[in-house]
């Protein structure tokens, strides 16, 4: 039986004529009612039990096989306003407790996406610590391959006007051409060395800022991330 069939049965158990009547028509309903809607039910119940006590002064001398109660658990009889009016409230306090045990159990399952998203929240700002110290390093790797290519290239420079210089003498010895050749030969190499140098550097500048650049992107995008 569902919600509204049942409501329909209590409209009919309203409508008895007297109240023994009315009490076999509740046995009925009771013993057909589903357990999930029991406490909503039983209000009712108790509802127009008082409304049959207003009427007619007094409950139904078999209203006690309608307590599960005394049924089951051999419990004093609801003989009067007052025992249905205390039966009420401890149904009303009862369903108090079951939404709230429904609200803790509701909370309960927020907690494990809430738990995942802080989970989730910390990993982020500890990897976004990580790379923003990573791009520290790679902007501190940048300066310092800059400063050694502008030291190297300035050497190069150098050698290579001292290369210049002796290709441009003339006029001198047999012995000292001979030597002054094997210095330039040597200052040749030298200067073949320092533009290796140079291109190593410049490519290891390069690599540098690529990564230094990747690195700044990875922490913007965390950053971003943090922030929504």
């Given at each position: 039986m569902n919600?509204?069939?049942?409501?329909q049965?209590?409209?009919?158990?309203?409508?008895?004529?007297?109240?023994?009547?009315?009490?076999?028509?509740?046995?009925?309903?009771?013993?057909?009612?589903?357990?999930?809607?029991?406490?909503?039910?039983?209000?009712?119940?108790?509802k127009m039990m008082l409304n049959l006590s207003s009427m007619t002064g007094s409950l139904?001398?078999?209203?006690?096989?309608?307590?599960?109660?005394?049924?089951?658990n051999n419990a004093h009889e609801m003989t009067t306003r007052?025992?249905?009016?205390?039966?009420?409230?401890?149904?009303?306090?009862?369903?108090?407790?079951?939404?709230?045990?429904?609200a803790n159990a509701c909370l309960k399952q927020m907690k494990v996406p809430?738990?995942?998203v802080e989970h989730a929240k910390r990993n982020a700002?500890?990897?976004?610590?990580?790379?923003?110290?990573?791009s520290e390093i790679s902007k501190s790797e940048v300066k310092w391959i800059e400063l050694m290519l502008s030291l190297v290239i300035e050497e190069r420079d150098q050698l290579r006007n001292v290369?210049?210089?002796?290709?441009?003498?003339?006029?001198?010895?047999?012995?000292?051409?001979?030597?002054n050749k094997t210095f330039l030969q040597e200052f040749e190499l030298s200067l073949t060395k320092k533009e290796n140098c140079i291109k190593a550097l410049e490519n290891n500048l390069c690599e540098q800022k690529e990564v230094n650049n990747h690195l700044l992107n990875k922490t913007k995008l965390l950053n971003e991330k943090l922030a929504t």
């Amino acid at each position: 039986m569902n919600s509204i069939e049942v409501k329909q049965e209590l409209d009919f158990v309203s409508g008895g004529h007297n109240s023994v009547e009315t009490t076999k028509n509740l046995r009925h309903v009771l013993r057909s009612i589903n357990t999930m809607h029991l406490l909503s039910y039983c209000k009712l119940l108790l509802k127009m039990m008082l409304n049959l006590s207003s009427m007619t002064g007094s409950l139904p001398q078999d209203w006690w096989y309608l307590n599960p109660s005394t049924t089951y658990n051999n419990a004093h009889e609801m003989t009067t306003r007052s025992d249905v009016i205390f039966k009420d409230d401890m149904i009303t306090r009862f369903e108090g407790m079951m939404k709230l045990g429904e609200a803790n159990a509701c909370l309960k399952q927020m907690k494990v996406p809430l738990n995942a998203v802080e989970h989730a929240k910390r990993n982020a700002e500890t990897e976004a610590a990580l790379a923003k110290e990573s791009s520290e390093i790679s902007k501190s790797e940048v300066k310092w391959i800059e400063l050694m290519l502008s030291l190297v290239i300035e050497e190069r420079d150098q050698l290579r006007n001292v290369v210049n210089e002796l290709k441009k003498q003339k006029n001198v010895e047999a012995g000292d051409e001979t030597t002054n050749k094997t210095f330039l030969q040597e200052f040749e190499l030298s200067l073949t060395k320092k533009e290796n140098c140079i291109k190593a550097l410049e490519n290891n500048l390069c690599e540098q800022k690529e990564v230094n650049n990747h690195l700044l992107n990875k922490t913007k995008l965390l950053n971003e991330k943090l922030a929504t």
